[in-house]
Structure formats: structure tokens, C-alpha cells
């Protein structure tokens, strides 16, 4: 049955007003949600899915770096293997391997991870309701002064003072608002399947980037010793996704050796969005978190930790502006943003540039440009560098490694440099 804007829903726990209205359950939701209730607020989080943190879209690695310096509590629960370092594997000939600090992780079970967030969020007060499904919103002056759910069924009208879009890559919010934070061609299309290894996997988490891939990359996220998400993020991937990876995993020596694709435990798809560092973006009462606002480290695509904390920043922000009435205090969400994330979305920006720049120069091979793109993403060469290490590409792949590695010894950078040897 549907009601009118008038007439609000009272067979379930559903009231109408509400201070704060979360519009997803992700990590960016449920951190605003938590922040909002402790700072007071009542607050509803919810979420379109009937359980949150199913289905999975995710890769599901987190950098350790990025853990402690956000100071993040992860449920033990939540955590599926722990790597010490990653090894880059270029255009099919070069291999770094590095345990720099942001290259070592943690992979989620995010399925886990989201519920746990969302019942943090709940035990700080929060009503939170899953199967809940923003639908459409009623505007004065700029401002959302209702939201329209469709809540089991059932249409449900709440009146929130703020509205925090997390609601992911295509958000609602943004469309119904009439906005576009960022472009489509910022977004790489992703496709991954969890599989079970023949043999126990090698450790760490191994990152292909060559001409087989296109401008993106190829990953290997352990999740237990013969257990790992096999994926692909592409900007401008054309054609199926179950296509692009079945071939690609057919074609790639490390992945074909290690797995069959007839031991499918998942297969998970979804788009990221890569535009980089967007501060902390609000219209009218509205404020947008996570990758509703293109808060992810560029390239890399790492989203779960930076959700979560401009989340953290969303909530606290809201709570302050309802606690002292005044919405001017929403303002303040840009600098809350800065402040928790401090230079790592920026760098992120940075480095994305930096690829594209690379990817871009028709001067070299594509197989050259996904070494240059690689070295740059492992942090080997600093993009004001790319410049002096262009001549050195076309040279073999012994002397390629032998300069870098030099260049990573000035640096003390714990990391190693290789060349593959075909068998
Ligand atoms: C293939 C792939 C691999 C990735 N791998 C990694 C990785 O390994 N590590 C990493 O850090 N990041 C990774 N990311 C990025 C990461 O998944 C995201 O950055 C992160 O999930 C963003 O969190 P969020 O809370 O902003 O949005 P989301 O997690 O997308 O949550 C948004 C929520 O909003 C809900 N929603 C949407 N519309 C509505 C509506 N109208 N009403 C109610 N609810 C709604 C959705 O159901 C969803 O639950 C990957 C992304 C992709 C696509």
C-alpha cells in the first residue's frame, strides 16, 4: 500500500522525524551513523540491502599504515589473513616486491566488517534498518526537508535535519539532488572472483599491471592460505567483466598456475571511483561520504578506511551543527575531512595524475607504460622522476632494474627489485 507524504508508516519501528538521516550502511554510513549518535543525535541509518555487507563489492584489503594512522578498531572477527608486504609483477618481466609500510594489509571479511560497523553504529543508539531504500527526497530553499523510503514494502516518510549520502559510487542522493560530484570516466569497472588455490598461495598480495590489463590492474588478495580474491579494476573496460577475467586469468602465467576457475566461492563486481581527494562535499543539508563523494586514494581504489574516517568527519560535523542549531556548522565538514585523513587523499590524487600521465605517453610501448605505471604506483619512482627514467625503458629489462634499484637503495626503501625468469 502506498501513502501519501502525509502519512507515515507505524507498523514497524519507523518514526518521522529524525535528526540525522544516513542513507547507506558501508563503512562511510555506519562510521556517520556512530558518530551522530554519540554525539546525541537520533539518528536512522539504512540501507537498501536485506543484509548489510551482502553482496560483496569489494577487494576487501586495507593498508595497515592507513589502519594505525586513522586509528581504526577492526573486529578481529573481521579479519581473514594479514599480509607483511606486496609484490608488483610488470608487463609480465619485472617484479617489486615491498614491505613498506602502506604496502603491508589486512584483508576484511567485509561481509563481517560492514555488519559489525553497522551494530556499532545501532549500540551507540542508532535505529538502523536494513531492506530500507531511499526513493526519492522533497527540497525548500536548497534543503531536504523529506525523505521518502520504501521501508519492507512499505512507502515511510521521515523528516531528517541533515542527510548524510554514503550511499556508494551511484548514489541516490546526487542523482536526486540533481548533481554530479565527479565523472563517469573517473570510475573503473571491477570484477572479481574468491577462489580456492590448487596449492597454498605465495605470500602477499600481488598486483599485476600490463598490457593484457589496460590502464588499471590485476590483483591477488589472499583471504587464507588457499583462499584469495582474483580481480581486475580497468578504466574503460569494454564488454563483459566475466569475459575480461576469464580470459585474463587464462592467459596470466602466476594466476593459471595457481588457480582453476571451476572453484568459485563468490564473484563479485562493482564500479570505484577515482577521482581522488574532493575534501568533504555538502549542499544545503546535505552531506556527501565515502565514494558517493570520490573519497578513495586515487588509483589504488583503496576506499573501506577512507570511507569510514570522512564518514567519522560526516557524522561529527552534523551532530555539531543539530546540538548548536546552528547549520552554518556544516561548513566545517571540508576541514573535519582534512584533518582526519591529513595529506593521504591528496597524495592519492597525486599518484593517480601521475599514472595517467604515464599511461598517456604514446612516445613509449604499452608494455613500457605498464612498467612506468607500476614503478610509480610501488612508489619506486617518484612521478617528478618519471622524466630521467623514460630513456632508461627501452633499454633491457636487467638494466631497468639495476638503475631502480639503485634509486631504491639512496632511498632505503624496503623494498627489492627483480627480473622474472620465464620458464
Ligand atoms: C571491484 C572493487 C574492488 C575494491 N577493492 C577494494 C579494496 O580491496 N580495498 C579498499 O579499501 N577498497 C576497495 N574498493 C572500494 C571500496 O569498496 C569502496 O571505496 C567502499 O566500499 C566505499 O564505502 P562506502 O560506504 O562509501 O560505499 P559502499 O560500501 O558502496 O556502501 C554504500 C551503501 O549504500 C547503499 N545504498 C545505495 N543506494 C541506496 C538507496 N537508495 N537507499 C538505501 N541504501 C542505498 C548500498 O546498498 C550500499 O550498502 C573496491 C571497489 C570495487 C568496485
Same mark, same amino acid.
Given at each position: 500500500?502506498?501513502?501519501?507524504?502525509?502519512?507515515?508508516?507505524?507498523?514497524?519501528? @519507523? *518514526? %518521522?522525524?529524525?535528526?540525522?538521516?544516513?542513507?547507506? $550502511?558501508?563503512? !562511510?554510513?555506519?562510521? &556517520?551513523?556512530?558518530? +551522530?549518535?554519540?554525539?546525541?543525535?537520533?539518528?536512522?541509518?539504512?540501507?537498501?540491502?536485506?543484509?548489510?555487507?551482502?553482496?560483496?563489492?569489494?577487494?576487501?584489503?586495507?593498508?595497515?599504515?592507513?589502519?594505525?594512522?586513522?586509528?581504526?578498531?577492526?573486529?578481529?572477527?573481521?579479519?581473514?589473513?594479514?599480509?607483511?608486504?606486496?609484490?608488483?609483477?610488470?608487463?609480465?618481466?619485472?617484479?617489486?616486491?615491498?614491505?613498506?609500510?602502506?604496502?603491508?594489509?589486512?584483508? @576484511? *571479511? %567485509?561481509?563481517?566488517?560492514?555488519?559489525?560497523?553497522? $551494530?556499532?553504529? !545501532?549500540?551507540?543508539? &542508532?535505529?538502523?534498518? +536494513?531492506?530500507?531504500?531511499?526513493?526519492?527526497?522533497?527540497?525548500?530553499?536548497?534543503?531536504?526537508?523529506?525523505?521518502?523510503?520504501?521501508?519492507?514494502?512499505?512507502?515511510?516518510?521521515?523528516?531528517?535535519?541533515?542527510?548524510?549520502?554514503?550511499?556508494?559510487?551511484?548514489?541516490?542522493?546526487?542523482?536526486?539532488?540533481?548533481?554530479?560530484?565527479?565523472?563517469?570516466?573517473?570510475?573503473?569497472?571491477?570484477?572479481?572472483?574468491?577462489?580456492?588455490?590448487?596449492?597454498?598461495?605465495?605470500?602477499?598480495?600481488?598486483?599485476?599491471?600490463?598490457?593484457?590489463?589496460?590502464?588499471?590492474?590485476?590483483?591477488?588478495?589472499?583471504?587464507?592460505?588457499?583462499?584469495?580474491?582474483?580481480?581486475?579494476?580497468?578504466?574503460?573496460?569494454?564488454?563483459?567483466?566475466?569475459?575480461?577475467?576469464?580470459?585474463?586469468?587464462?592467459?596470466?602465467?602466476?594466476?593459471?598456475?595457481?588457480?582453476?576457475?571451476?572453484?568459485?566461492?563468490?564473484?563479485?563486481?562493482?564500479?570505484?571511483?577515482?577521482?581522488?581527494?574532493?575534501?568533504?562535499?555538502?549542499?544545503?543539508?546535505?552531506?556527501?561520504?565515502?565514494?558517493?563523494?570520490?573519497?578513495?586514494?586515487?588509483?589504488?581504489?583503496?576506499?573501506?578506511?577512507?570511507?569510514?574516517?570522512?564518514?567519522?568527519?560526516?557524522?561529527?560535523?552534523?551532530?555539531?551543527?543539530?546540538?548548536?542549531?546552528?547549520?552554518?556548522?556544516?561548513?566545517?565538514?571540508?576541514?573535519?575531512?582534512?584533518?582526519?585523513?591529513?595529506?593521504?587523499?591528496?597524495?592519492?590524487?597525486?599518484?593517480?595524475?601521475?599514472?595517467?600521465?604515464?599511461?598517456?605517453?604514446?612516445?613509449?610501448?604499452?608494455?613500457?607504460?605498464?612498467?612506468?605505471?607500476?614503478?610509480?604506483?610501488?612508489?619506486?619512482?617518484?612521478?617528478?622522476?618519471?622524466?630521467?627514467?623514460?630513456?632508461?625503458?627501452?633499454?633491457?629489462?636487467?638494466?631497468?632494474?639495476?638503475?631502480?634499484?639503485?634509486?631504491?637503495?639512496?632511498?632505503?626503501?624496503?623494498?627489492?627489485?627483480?627480473?622474472?625468469?620465464?620458464?
Amino acid at each position: 500500500m502506498a501513502l501519501t507524504p502525509h502519512q507515515v508508516y507505524t507498523g514497524g519501528k @519507523l *518514526e %518521522r522525524d529524525y535528526e540525522v538521516l544516513v542513507v547507506g $550502511a558501508g563503512p !562511510a554510513g555506519s562510521a &556517520a551513523a556512530l558518530a +551522530a549518535a554519540e554525539g546525541g543525535c537520533k539518528t536512522l541509518l539504512i540501507d537498501r540491502k536485506n543484509e548489510i555487507g551482502t553482496p560483496v563489492q569489494c577487494g576487501e584489503v586495507v593498508g595497515e599504515s592507513l589502519v594505525r594512522h586513522l586509528g581504526i578498531k577492526i573486529p578481529p572477527q573481521a579479519i581473514a589473513a594479514v599480509q607483511d608486504h606486496t609484490r608488483f609483477l610488470l608487463d609480465r618481466r619485472l617484479m617489486v616486491v615491498s614491505h613498506e609500510p602502506y604496502w603491508r594489509s589486512l584483508t @576484511l *571479511e %567485509r561481509k563481517i566488517f560492514d555488519k559489525l560497523m553497522a $551494530a556499532r553504529a !545501532a549500540e551507540a543508539g &542508532a535505529s538502523v534498518q +536494513a531492506g530500507t531504500r531511499l526513493m526519492d527526497v522533497s527540497l525548500r530553499d536548497d534543503k531536504v526537508v523529506s525523505a521518502t523510503l520504501m521501508h519492507h514494502g512499505k512507502e515511510v516518510v521521515v523528516r531528517p535535519k541533515v542527510v548524510i549520502a554514503a550511499d556508494g559510487a551511484h548514489s541516490t542522493v546526487a542523482r536526486l539532488l540533481g548533481l554530479k560530484l565527479y565523472p563517469e570516466d573517473a570510475m573503473a569497472k571491477g570484477i572479481e572472483y574468491e577462489l580456492v588455490a590448487r596449492k597454498r598461495l605465495p605470500s602477499g598480495m600481488h598486483i599485476f599491471l600490463e598490457p593484457e590489463v589496460g590502464l588499471g590492474y590485476g590483483w591477488i588478495i589472499p583471504k587464507g592460505p588457499r583462499r584469495a580474491n582474483v580481480g581486475l579494476g580497468v578504466i574503460g573496460m569494454e564488454g563483459s567483466r566475466r569475459d575480461a577475467i576469464i580470459d585474463w586469468a587464462a592467459g596470466n602465467p602466476v594466476i593459471s598456475e595457481l588457480f582453476d576457475l571451476d572453484q568459485v566461492l563468490e564473484v563479485k563486481r562493482g564500479d570505484a571511483p577515482l577521482p581522488g581527494f574532493l575534501g568533504g562535499p555538502c549542499q544545503g543539508n546535505v552531506l556527501f561520504a565515502g565514494d558517493a563523494a570520490g573519497q578513495t586514494l586515487a588509483f589504488v581504489g583503496e576506499g573501506i578506511l577512507p570511507s569510514y574516517a570522512c564518514g567519522t568527519g560526516a557524522g561529527a560535523v552534523a551532530a555539531s551543527a543539530i546540538r548548536t542549531r546552528s547549520m552554518k556548522k556544516l561548513d566545517c565538514y571540508d576541514r573535519a575531512v582534512k584533518d582526519l585523513m591529513g595529506s593521504e587523499l591528496e597524495k592519492g590524487a597525486a599518484l593517480k595524475d601521475a599514472i595517467l600521465g604515464a599511461w598517456a605517453d604514446d612516445s613509449i610501448t604499452e608494455g613500457q607504460r605498464t612498467v612506468l605505471c607500476g614503478l610509480i604506483m610501488s612508489e619506486c619512482v617518484f612521478p617528478e622522476h618519471v622524466v630521467d627514467l623514460l630513456p632508461l625503458l627501452s633499454r633491457s629489462t636487467t638494466q631497468i632494474a639495476k638503475r631502480v634499484r639503485l634509486d631504491m637503495e639512496k632511498r632505503r626503501m624496503r623494498a627489492r627489485i627483480s627480473v622474472i625468469r620465464r620458464r
